[in-house]
């Protein structure tokens, strides 16, 4: 138990990436509103945006023609994500080399178990501080940090600490630190369950914890016992090394809103056939579909199934996000951006195992799909696709 109190979890998240990125490139929009989504004109989203354009109300998933009335005087550049992803890397690759137990959770975000190699470089809060110094003096990068003994509290102090801050938060400054937060800071509460939370008097922490179970699970479902766990500063979720590259996603914001369910179906089968080809690239298969669907009014929803047998078929994506996207109700509803995504990925050898007849494995779907992949391999991705998909908008 004394060893899972003490401080051996940190959470690096590098500090307004994309722009901070941008400024370290060209030294001219230092100081300067920079706002990374593309062209104010177009109907996309801001991406990352500097501090100096947050003191304008510029947030990240804003849409673009909001942010410039708001900043008008702001400066907007696309998305460089060959560069990111570039830069990234070589932060990841820092982390790294103090640890082997890093689980990547995004572009610019990780989460690290150093508990195996403190006798060699020292305290947690140690290794976060190198960290910070190496990602600095190696990539002209800030990068917060937040320390303590589960996720969610380092994660917690890395946002208090922002930006460019090492905080570490322990067992014992738990009572102190937590209660008066708001609860907005509870992973997985967001503006609706926010809403409803208000509703029932809880604004921080310490209301939360003083709300029964029951009385949360009427109001918030399943959802209940995981927010009162967090609101106690309890998280036994592992650092998962394995983490990255465990699902693959393609999403498109439309340049108008849409309500053709047709026109939807077909960019779903689009997209179930990338994923699928670079499923079979990797030699990977996957077992978790996911859907997104982004409103007019930005009201986003996800629906997700986990499939019996994993799959690398186009036919058996498409299949199953038509089912998925039949459950919500698009009557009345213009869609802003679609999304796919694929996830519970594994090694094709290893999802193998088990499947005793060809016909449960989809042996023809697999056979056809390979047939497609051979033939674009050698004349090109545009060479050969299918009917419905010929007549799809120009500007998808």
Same mark, same amino acid.
């Given at each position: ?43 996309? #989203? ?65 989460? +690290?178990? #150093? ?44 946002? +208090? ?7 570490? @938060? ?8 937590? @209660?008066?937060?708001? #609860? ?5 509460? *967001?503006?609706?369950?926010? =809403?409803? +939370?208000?509703?029932?008097? @809880? ?138 995504? +694929? ?26 799909? =390979? ?8 004349? *090109?991705?545009?060479? @050969? ?12």
């Amino acid at each position: 138990m004394e060893a899972a109190n003490q401080l051996h979890i940190i959470h690096g998240d590098l500090d307004a990436f994309f722009a901070a990125v941008e400024q370290r490139d060209n030294p001219s929009l230092l100081g300067q509103p920079v706002i990374v989504g593309g062209n104010p004109d177009s109907r996309g #989203v801001v991406s990352t945006c500097s501090y100096e354009a947050r003191l304008y109300g510029v947030k990240s998933a804003m849409p673009m023609a909001q942010a410039i009335r708001l900043c008008p005087q702001g400066i907007f550049l696309p998305v460089n994500m060959k560069l990111y992803q570039q830069v990234s890397r070589q932060v990841m690759a820092i982390m790294a080399s103090f640890t082997p137990l890093v689980e990547q959770l995004s572009i610019d975000e990780a989460f +690290l178990d #150093v508990s195996g190699c403190t006798s060699l470089f020292g305290s947690a809060e140690q290794i976060a501080r190198e960290i910070k110094r190496r990602v600095w003096q190696e990539q002209g990068l800030t990068i917060s940090m937040g320390i303590s003994y589960n996720k969610f509290l380092a994660k917690l102090a890395t946002e +208090l600490g922002k930006p460019n801050g090492c905080k570490a @938060i322990s067992r014992q400054e738990i009572p102190e630190v937590l @209660i008066s937060l708001p #609860v907005k800071y509870i992973w997985g509460v *967001g503006e609706k369950t926010l =809403k409803i +939370l208000a509703g029932m008097g @809880i604004q921080t922490f310490g209301d939360l914890q003083q709300t029964s179970l029951k009385s949360l699970e009427r109001r918030l479902g399943n959802q209940a016992h995981q927010f009162l766990q967090l609101a106690a500063g309890i998280d036994l979720r592992p650092v998962e090394a394995d983490r990255e590259g465990k699902s693959l996603g393609r999403e498109i914001t439309f340049s108008e809103d849409l309500d053709d369910r047709e026109y939807l179906d077909n960019v779903l089968l689009d997209f179930a056939g990338q994923l699928a080809r670079r499923l079979r690239i990797l030699k990977m298969q996957a077992r978790t579909i996911t859907l997104k669907i982004r409103f007019a009014d930005f009201r986003t929803v996800t629906r997700r199934r986990t499939i019996p047998k994993p799959s690398d078929a186009e036919t058996v994506f498409h299949h199953t996000a038509g089912e998925l996207i039949e459950r919500l109700d698009l009557s009345g509803h213009k869609v802003r951006l679609i999304g796919l995504s +694929l996830g519970n990925l594994c090694p094709i050898d290893d999802c193998q195992q088990g499947i005793l007849f060809a016909e449960e494995a989809g042996a023809e779907p697999r056979e056809l799909d =390979k047939v497609l992949d051979q033939i674009r391999q050698r004349f *090109g991705e545009d060479k @050969i696709t299918r009917a419905s998909l010929m007549t799809r908008v120009k500007d998808h």
